[in-house]
């Protein structure tokens, strides 16, 4: 009778139970009775409707056998479902669906590894099926987290750990392709689901030797490394999840790695982290990578005050990235990139010499130990800044440097971005040397097609500024840079190392006809240039850098930019240079004396070459051949040895070891140059840059000195003197280019009042005003004695207290009170 009522409860089952039965043998070892399921998969088609049913009879039939631990049954669950999904496309299958998630969620709930590992690649299938109609209510935040959670499997043994770490970094790679192609794909991107998805991609990234120590990342996989490796999987996993990223959603995609990185203290060292910013920017969409370096930019602002290693190590993420980034387009992030660094620049001065303040008294051994960490975090900072410099087009590298020198302290005023105040003198000149060495990096390779673009006035007048410190390395630095931008042919190592060239031309210069604009350049701005060569010779703490450089500043400037006004006035500055040696009003040393006379020589053998006039080349080879003899510490090569005798004193009427004004005149008159100019003694202007340098040679701006002579002198006296006339004044003043100085000083005051911020320009006026105010104070100072007799002159010299070699002009007054 049981048996009975048994087959008639059977006879009464609904039909897709009674098929869903069929499929399970009674030896599980059998396998899925493959007629049944064709069956079933007919009946699963032809009524689509029953799908729910059927799903739902399969999940409530799997959960039993989870709980029985009978795990042959539900393998075969598993595949039943796997060939339904595959085989249903239709709309009803969305409720099929949630029964089948529920079944893949209650196996990976299990704590078996071998059905985490069924229900993931049961959820890799259903991943890769393209379904009809988006689902707008399903949610994968279960599967984010337990997949998240196998990719840190900890197993005791190993391969059952890799196998689960695999499965979960798979069924991560699922959810991703699953989202992505969906309607609402942007949940995948939410902060709560990235900060799981990424860590644990990243975990696995790592070449893991135990699993408290992470050694650092997994070298770059070779062809014989098998797929089903947890890093290399995990890296196609992140490089494909980033490579989906779009522009709303690669904030929430980057950001996780800082915080991975700063868990595990990965920055230091930092292989790891410059391995995941390569895969992140090489990942992504060009167009995007401007997102990737604004976060490391925030993030460094985040641990500025991290120990210097960490910084250090993410400035150096920060070069890779923008390495990658500046062959491609990065928008607006050009500037932002270098004011960041040039603040933590700062920053990293003020450390170091605060703890240096800080701990006078401690061991030198630690402080000497906290400045060179310091010292990794500037070279780190002068790297990036040099290398996205020289990378940049060159319009924008041109804003660039424009940029960087506006940062350079200048001392004695307070208008800079970097303020040096609280860092004192030692800080600027710090903070000097680094921006320049950054700018130097920056400049190498640039090519301007007119040398007014390289050194526009707004940039030539800052940067020749430092070169007036007393400062031998900030001098070199400047001349450098100023090599790069003169420099439009690379000459400059043919030109390396001071010495005699015999033959010029074995140097095979290139160069090019002298432009119209380079001309009107050389008008305007060749003064500045001779100038702060002249005045760079003539500094105490020169060595044979200095003098190197200066003459290939001088070279570079006759082959760049000499046409033949320029090359009278390179020889007028040669012989000044030569008349500071000789006459020596300055003090300088017998070094330095020697080493100017050797740089003039070998300027002056280059130029006569250059210009080819053979009466020229005559007299300089007969001078250097006359030192080679009597006076070989006045060229190069014997001047600049480590052993060189020098001579106790230069004896100013031995006329053939100089060369001379007049017979450089006759020879070049000779050849048709209008040498008029010659004549007349080069002398520097005075500007406001002295008084900014701190030079203790330049310390007074004016001195006007007012002397009457007495009445008594001799008529020889009074009739030697010169009378002052306009004819006279004008002869003295060499106005070449005045009327266009002025024209431009006009131009650039009325642009700068129009365009400039009211506090630069008040604290320009404020900075003029005391400038004026120290004038008129000395000025006032002069003490007037009245001349004891009509007769008498008076004698006004106009000058600076750092120039001597000024003009001095009497004039003839009777009775004559000055107030």
């Given at each position: 009778?049981?048996?009975?009522?048994?087959?008639?409860?059977?006879?009464?089952?609904?039909?897709?139970?009674?098929?869903?039965?069929?499929?399970?043998?009674?030896?599980?070892?059998?396998?899925?009775?493959?007629?049944?399921?064709?069956?079933?998969?007919?009946?699963?088609?032809?009524?689509?409707?029953?799908?729910?049913?059927?799903?739902?009879?399969?999940?409530?039939?799997?959960?039993?056998?989870?709980?029985?631990?009978?795990?042959?049954?539900?393998?075969?669950?598993?595949?039943?479902?796997?060939?339904?999904?595959?085989?249903?496309?239709?709309?009803?299958?969305?409720?099929?669906?949630?029964?089948?998630?529920?079944?893949?969620?209650?196996?990976?709930?299990s704590?078996?590894?071998?059905?985490?590992?069924?229900?993931?690649?049961?959820?890799?299938?259903?991943?890769?099926?393209?379904?009809?109609?988006?689902?707008?209510?399903?949610?994968?935040?279960?599967?984010?987290?337990?997949?998240?959670?196998?990719?840190?499997?900890?197993?005791?043994?190993p391969?059952?750990?890799?196998?689960?770490?695999?499965?979960?970094?798979?069924?991560?790679?699922?959810?991703?392709?699953?989202?992505?192609?969906?309607?609402?794909?942007?949940?995948?991107?939410?902060?709560?689901?990235?900060?799981?998805?990424?860590?644990?991609?990243?975990?696995?990234?790592?070449?893991?030797?135990?699993?408290?120590?992470?050694?650092?990342?997994?070298?770059?996989?070779?062809?014989?490394?098998?797929?089903?490796?947890?890093?290399?999987?995990?890296?196609?996993?992140?490089?494909?999840?980033?490579?989906?990223?779009?522009?709303?959603?690669?904030?929430?995609?980057?950001?996780?790695?800082?915080?991975?990185?700063?868990?595990?203290?990965?920055?230091?060292?930092?292989?790891?982290?410059?391995?995941?910013?390569?895969?992140?920017?090489?990942?992504?969409?060009?167009?995007?990578?401007?997102?990737?370096?604004?976060?490391?930019?925030?993030?460094?602002?985040?641990?500025?005050?991290?120990?210097?290693?960490?910084?250090?190590?993410?400035?150096?993420?920060?070069?890779?990235?923008?390495?990658?980034?500046?062959?491609?387009?990065?928008?607006?992030?050009v500037?932002?990139?270098?004011?960041?660094?040039?603040?933590?620049?700062?920053?990293?001065?003020?450390?170091?010499?605060?703890?240096?303040?800080?701990s006078?008294?401690?061991?030198?051994?630690s402080?000497?130990?906290?400045?060179?960490?310091?010292?990794?975090?500037?070279?780190?900072?002068?790297?990036?800044?040099?290398?996205?410099?020289?990378?940049?087009?060159?319009?924008?590298?041109?804003?660039?440097?424009?940029?960087?020198?506006?940062?350079?302290?200048?001392?004695?005023?307070?208008?800079?971005?970097?303020?040096?105040?609280?860092?004192?003198?030692?800080?600027?000149?710090?903070?000097?040397?680094?921006?320049?060495?950054?700018?130097?990096?920056?400049?190498?390779g640039?090519?301007?097609?007119?040398?007014?673009?390289?050194?526009?006035?707004?940039?030539?007048?800052?940067?020749?500024?430092?070169?007036?410190?007393?400062?031998?390395?900030?001098?070199?630095?400047?001349?450098?840079?100023?090599?790069?931008?003169?420099?439009?042919?690379?000459?400059?190592?043919?030109?390396?190392?001071?010495?005699?060239?015999p033959d010029?031309?074995?140097?095979?210069?290139?160069?090019?006809k002298?432009?119209?604009?380079?001309?009107?350049?050389?008008?305007?701005?060749?003064?500045?240039?001779?100038?702060?060569?002249?005045?760079?010779?003539?500094?105490?703490?020169?060595?044979?850098?200095?003098?190197?450089?200066?003459?290939?500043?001088?070279?570079?400037?006759?082959?760049?930019?000499?046409?033949?006004?320029?090359?009278?006035?390179?020889?007028?500055?040669?012989?000044?240079?030569?008349?500071?040696?000789?006459?020596?009003?300055?003090?300088?040393?017998?070094?330095?004396?020697?080493?100017?006379?050797?740089?003039?020589?070998?300027?002056?053998?280059?130029?006569?070459?250059?210009?080819?006039?053979?009466?020229?080349?005559?007299?300089?080879?007969?001078?250097?051949?006359?030192?080679?003899?009597?006076?070989?510490?006045?060229?190069?090569?014997?001047?600049?040895?480590?052993?060189?005798?020098?001579?106790?004193?230069?004896?100013?009427?031995?006329?053939?070891?100089?060369?001379?004004?007049?017979?450089?005149?006759?020879?070049?008159?000779?050849?048709g140059?209008?040498?008029?100019?010659?004549?007349?003694p080069?002398?520097?202007?005075?500007?406001?840059?002295d008084?900014?340098?701190?030079?203790?040679?330049?310390?007074?701006?004016?001195s006007?000195?007012?002397?009457?002579?007495?009445?008594?002198?001799?008529?020889?006296?009074?009739?030697?003197?010169?009378?002052?006339?306009f004819?006279?004044?004008?002869?003295?003043?060499?106005?070449?280019g005045?009327?266009?100085?002025?024209?431009?000083?006009?131009?650039l005051?009325?642009?700068?009042?129009?365009?400039?911020?009211?506090?630069?320009?008040?604290?320009?006026?404020?900075?003029?005003?005391?400038?004026?105010?120290?004038?008129?104070?000395q000025?006032?100072?002069?003490?007037?004695?009245?001349?004891?007799?009509?007769?008498?002159?008076?004698?006004?010299?106009?000058?600076?207290?750092?120039?001597?070699?000024?003009?001095?002009?009497?004039?003839?007054?009777?009775?004559?009170?000055?107030?």
């Amino acid at each position: 009778l049981s048996a009975g009522v048994c087959c008639c409860c059977a006879a009464l089952r609904p039909r897709y139970k009674r098929l869903v039965d069929n499929i399970f043998p009674e030896d599980p070892k059998d396998g899925l009775v493959k007629a049944d399921m064709e069956k079933l998969t007919f009946y699963a088609v032809s009524a689509p409707e029953k799908l729910d049913r059927i799903g739902a009879y399969l999940a409530e039939r799997l959960t039993r056998d989870v709980v029985r631990h009978r795990y042959g049954y539900v393998l075969i669950a598993m595949e039943a479902l796997d060939q339904l999904l595959m085989a249903c496309h239709s709309q009803s299958i969305k409720p099929f669906v949630e029964s089948f998630l529920h079944m893949v969620a209650k196996l990976l709930e299990s704590g078996e590894p071998k059905l985490q590992v069924l229900g993931t690649n049961s959820f890799v299938k259903f991943a890769n099926i393209e379904e009809d109609t988006p689902s707008y209510h399903r949610r994968y935040d279960f599967f984010v987290s337990r997949f998240s959670a196998m990719c840190h499997s900890c197993d005791q043994d190993p391969e059952v750990q890799t196998e689960i770490r695999i499965a979960g970094i798979r069924g991560i790679q699922g959810v991703v392709r699953k989202t992505v192609n969906d309607e609402l794909r942007a949940t995948i991107w939410e902060p709560q689901h990235m900060d799981k998805i990424v860590p644990s991609l990243l975990f696995n990234m790592q070449k893991i030797e135990d699993i408290d120590s992470r050694t650092g990342p997994q070298s770059s996989p070779t062809g014989g490394v098998k797929e089903e490796n947890p890093s290399v999987l995990a890296e196609n996993c992140f490089r494909e999840l980033l490579g989906r990223a779009t522009y709303g959603n690669m904030n929430n995609a980057v950001r996780p790695v800082f915080a991975h990185l700063d868990h595990h203290k990965l920055w230091d060292p930092n292989e790891f982290a410059v391995s995941c910013f390569k895969i992140i920017m090489y990942s992504i969409q060009a167009q995007y990578s401007h997102h990737v370096i604004q976060e490391i930019l925030g993030h460094l602002d985040v641990r500025k005050r991290d120990s210097p290693r960490v910084r250090a190590g993410i400035i150096q993420v920060l070069l890779e990235a923008v390495a990658i980034a500046a062959k491609g387009s990065i928008g607006p992030t050009v500037l932002e990139v270098f004011n960041t660094l040039l603040k933590h620049l700062r920053i990293s001065v003020d450390l170091e010499l605060g703890d240096r303040r800080s701990s006078a008294g401690s061991a030198t051994l630690s402080m000497s130990s906290k400045e060179s960490d310091e010292r990794i975090v500037q070279n780190a900072i002068i790297q990036t800044i040099g290398f996205f410099g020289s990378n940049l087009p060159d319009y924008q590298r041109s804003e660039i440097m424009m940029f960087i020198m506006s940062k350079v302290p200048v001392l004695g005023t307070t208008s800079q971005s970097l303020d040096p105040s609280h860092l004192g003198d030692l800080g600027s000149r710090r903070i000097q040397i680094m921006l320049l060495r950054s700018l130097l990096m920056v400049t190498s390779g640039y090519k301007a097609t007119t040398i007014s673009n390289a050194l526009p006035a707004p940039f030539l007048d800052p940067l020749l500024s430092p070169s007036l410190m007393e400062d031998s390395e900030l001098r070199q630095l400047v001349l450098e840079i100023l090599h790069n931008l003169i420099d439009r042919h690379d000459n400059r190592a043919k030109l390396r190392g001071i010495r005699i060239i015999p033959d010029v031309s074995d140097l095979k210069i290139k160069r090019d006809k002298i432009s119209r604009q380079d001309v009107s350049f050389m008008k305007k701005h060749g003064q500045q240039l001779y100038r702060h060569i002249y005045l760079g010779c003539k500094e105490e703490d020169n060595v044979q850098k200095n003098f190197e450089l200066l003459f290939t500043s001088l070279a570079l400037t006759t082959i760049e930019l000499a046409n033949e006004e320029v090359v009278i006035d390179l020889i007028r500055l040669a012989i000044a240079l030569q008349d500071v040696a000789i006459i020596n009003e300055d003090n300088l040393p017998m070094f330095n004396r020697c080493g100017v006379m050797a740089l003039v020589a070998a300027y002056l053998n280059f130029l006569s070459q250059m210009i080819a006039v053979p009466a020229f080349c005559q007299h300089v080879s007969k001078v250097i051949e006359t030192r080679s003899v009597e006076a070989s510490y006045f060229l190069p090569e014997t001047i600049f040895k480590d052993k060189c005798d020098l001579p106790k004193s230069l004896e100013k009427d031995e006329t053939d070891l100089f060369f001379l004004t007049n017979k450089i005149a006759e020879s070049l008159g000779g050849s048709g140059y209008s040498v008029e100019r010659l004549s007349v003694p080069y002398v520097p202007q005075v500007t406001d840059e002295d008084r900014l340098s701190r030079r203790k040679s330049i310390v007074d701006t004016v001195s006007l000195q007012v002397d009457i002579l007495s009445g008594n002198s001799t008529e020889d006296k009074v009739d030697n003197t010169e009378e002052i006339t306009f004819e006279a004044l004008k002869k003295a003043i060499d106005n070449n280019g005045l009327e266009e100085q002025e024209k431009e000083k006009r131009r650039l005051v009325i642009e700068k009042f129009q365009k400039a911020p009211f506090e630069e320009i008040a604290a320009q006026c404020e900075t003029k005003a005391n400038l004026l105010h120290d004038r008129l104070a000395q000025i006032l100072e002069l003490t007037i004695r009245p001349p004891p007799s009509p007769s008498g002159t008076m004698t006004i010299t106009a000058g600076h207290a750092h120039y001597h070699s000024v003009p001095v002009y009497e004039m003839k007054f009777p009775d004559l009170c000055v107030y």
